[in-house]
């Protein structure tokens, strides 16, 4: 048995141009409510039956819900005896509550694919599942760091030490626990709060909690600029056109010679430099309705240049770069592998022909089937012709840029029909060129 928790107890003081004297759940947006949103998104999954943890004006809360038979859902509202912090009401609840419960805040906009959640969570069988993604601010996020399995390893909150590289994954404030492992805890503040206490005494405690990673919308509109903001994201599409539950498009991207200059192989972060302009053009591509996906190829693993960590500080490198400018990828492939045999510091059970280094479709076709992407309306920009090789086999449309390698690396045949300058103008061939977009805005 499965339920959803929702903690509406908020008052919404900074809500309350809009509110009046409403508690936050009931902020109106798109012809709703923010929690009329979240009850209609739980009535398209599979789950019946919620548990509303309500404080501030209960009462209007319970009257909005009814039983949720307006939903098709079993709705039951608990009014907490007296604020406990988010964290504090699921506890104090504990007992009302069923042994598996998704927790969601009562202040967001999402659309996820909770099915998919909840199975994520029934494969990995572990104390706790944490939806986490890139955003736009990790500086002034909680970040999720997770190992090679996802894994959570530690939670570092904010604020982050100066000038620190950080691998931009955040805690999206969607999870789902087991009650029995949130009541054997021990050791918690007051007021507990989930990012900052509970999970970091889960795992100090030898909890197992995975970060279930997702390039779904989820965003708090807990103020009249988030709300207004979350509001139009609702009535463009791009809400519903993210989530998991249907497929979306998606723009894939070589690494060295797309994204950061072509230097060789990199082995080092410093040695990661971004080309002018990618950060705000990757930007674009975070405000369209296209996924971001980095395909690339590291044979620095199997050749022991560097090791599995070393590539995640890399990365945690080209992350930073990226957030400076507000910038995301919603996921990065890389092959470690290489075929050919018989160096001095190799790592021998890397080198072999896998199915997954470019112009191989392994990499493509895992993030097609983990991020659902319609491939027939993708595109991949590199510049390589073994990127325009890997686009044809997968069936994407193909730009060839003329930084990094420019094409002229002569490794396969065919010519590419659309070339762009750099990533900026081949963006502008798939988004329309910037001062559309501006105006679109
Ligand atoms: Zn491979």
């Not at 996020?141 to 090679?148: L, R, T, Y």
Request: aromatic letters at 6%; charged letters at 25%.
């Amino acid at each position: 048995m499965m339920q959803v928790v929702i903690l509406a107890g908020g008052m919404g003081t900074r809500l309350r141009e809009i509110t009046g004297d409403l508690p936050k759940p009931l902020a109106p947006i798109a012809g709703s409510t923010l929690l009329g949103r979240q009850l209609d998104l739980i009535a398209a999954s599979s789950l019946t039956d919620v548990v509303i943890l309500s404080g501030y004006r209960a009462d209007l809360i319970a009257d909005y819900c009814g039983d949720g038979s307006k939903w098709g859902l079993s709705v039951r509202c608990i009014a907490e005896a007296q604020p406990r912090g988010t964290a504090g009401a699921v506890l104090d609840a504990l007992d009302a509550l069923q042994d598996t419960f998704i927790v969601m805040y009562g202040d967001v906009v999402l659309d996820v694919d909770l099915d998919r959640l909840v199975d994520a969570h029934r494969t990995h069988a572990t104390s706790g599942t944490i939806l986490v993604h890139p955003n736009d601010h990790p500086f002034d996020s909680d970040i999720v760091e997770v190992d090679a399995e996802g894994m959570v390893t530690r939670i570092r909150g904010y604020p982050h030490p100066e000038g620190e590289d950080l691998p931009n994954l955040v805690n999206a404030g969607l999870y789902v626990l087991e009650r029995r492992g949130l009541a054997e805890l021990t050791g918690l503040p007051p007021k507990p709060d989930f990012g900052k206490h509970v999970f970091a005494a889960m795992l100090d405690q030898g909890a197992s909690l995975y970060g279930y990673r997702s390039p779904e919308y989820i965003k708090d509109a807990g103020t009249p600029e988030r709300l207004a903001k979350t509001g139009r994201d609702i009535a463009s599409g791009k809400v519903s056109a993210l989530s998991l539950r249907s497929k979306a498009p998606a723009i894939f991207l070589d690494r060295d010679g797309v994204l950061n200059r072509e230097v060789g192989l990199i082995s080092r972060p410093e040695n990661l430099e971004l080309y002018p302009g990618v950060g705000e053009t990757v930007a674009r591509i975070n405000r369209s309705t296209f996924r971001s996906v980095v395909v690339t190829n590291q044979p620095v693993i199997a050749r022991g240049d560097c090791t599995v960590e070393e590539l995640g500080r890399i990365h945690a490198r080209l992350d930073t770069l990226l957030a400076r400018d507000h910038a995301y990828v919603d996921a990065l492939y890389y092959c470690p592998h290489h075929p050919d045999k018989g160096f001095p510091g190799e790592v021998a059970h890397l080198k072999f022909e896998c199915d997954c280094r470019k112009p191989a479709t392994g990499l493509v076709l895992q993030a097609a089937e983990e991020l659902q992407i319609d491939l027939g309306r993708s595109w991949l920009i590199g510049d390589t012709t073994t990127d325009m090789e890997l686009a044809r086999r997968c069936g994407l449309q193909f730009i060839l840029v003329e930084t990094g390698h420019g094409g002229r690396d002569g490794r396969f045949p065919g010519a590419s029909t659309l070339t762009a300058r750099d990533l900026s103008e081949a963006v502008d061939i798939i988004l329309g060129p910037r001062a559309a977009e501006a105006r679109a805005n």
